[in-house]
């Protein structure tokens, strides 16, 4: 099956700079990879997506860029605000080629800690 | 915040219970996957719901089962619970089964003693 490797575990940044978390996936038939964040006590929050036939999406301060060749996918957030902190997951999915259902795979996680 | 309800917020239960969770679905939605995910861990896919029938299983073991009704809001059922089932239990859910947009609810925060 698929795996995701996340990394790093844990990201400290100065509120403004930039913070970039890096995933690895195994499975070359994965084609959609999202984004979430998660809060202390809430659900995973879909912040952004990328599908196999893109390499780079952005949507305002966050941006992600997907590798296919290599097996890897990026978050980039830049001007980093208070408010970013929280835990990032990153995820990958097969989809259903009729076959049914594999679900997302995640990675551990970073826990991404904005210094003021 | 999505549409996706669960229900309850926090259970304790002690080993070799059951337990019953509920999930409803964002308006428009029709399929419910549900994950566990543990402290400090990625939530882990448990099985997936379409039309009222599994689409989809995790490496779960079948103590772990599920419905989903014809409103698309979901149950998922845990029997002879293990220490090791505590965790907390996501549902989210999306349209369609192919790789669409997955939204989470809060989630149930299972403790089994």
């Known amino acids: 099956g698929e795996n995701v490797e996340q990394h790093p575990s844990t990201l400290s940044v100065q509120e403004g700079d930039s913070a970039v978390i890096k995933c690895t996936y195994s499975?070359?038939?994965?084609?959609?990879f999202p984004w979430y964040k998660q809060e202390l006590g809430k659900g995973p929050q879909l912040i952004i997506d990328?599908?196999?036939?893109?390499g780079e999406k952005k949507d305002q301060r966050i941006a992600v860029t997907l590798n296919k060749t290599a097996k890897h996918f990026s978050l980039h957030i830049t001007e980093t605000q208070p408010e970013d902190s929280a835990v990032y997951f990153c995820?990958?999915?097969?989809?259903?080629?009729?076959?049914?259902?594999?679900?997302?795979?995640f990675g551990k996680g970073t826990h991404l800690i904005i210094q003021p | 915040e999505t549409g996706v309800t669960q229900s309850p917020t926090h259970l304790i239960k002690t080993r070799g219970q059951q337990v019953t969770l509920r999930c409803s679905s964002q308006?428009?939605?029709?399929?419910v996957s549900w994950y566990q995910q543990a402290l400090g861990q990625g939530p882990q896919f448990i099985f997936q719901?379409?039309?009222?029938?599994?689409?989809g299983r995790g490496n779960f073991p079948p103590r772990f089962s599920g419905l989903q009704f014809p409103n698309y809001s979901s149950e998922l059922n845990v029997n002879a619970l293990e220490l090791d089932d505590s965790a907390l239990y996501l549902c989210?859910?999306?349209?369609?089964?192919?790789?669409?947009?997955?939204?989470f609810g809060p989630g149930t925060r299972l403790t089994v003693l």
């Open positions: 989210a859910s999306s349209y369609g089964t192919r790789d669409n947009e997955q939204f």
């Open positions: 719901y379409y039309r009222e029938e599994e689409n």
């Open positions: 499975d070359s038939a994965s084609n959609y």
């Open positions: 308006s428009g939605h029709n399929t």
């Open positions: 990328i599908r196999s036939n893109v």
């Open positions: 995820a990958a999915s097969t989809g259903d080629s009729g076959g049914g259902a594999d679900g997302l795979t």
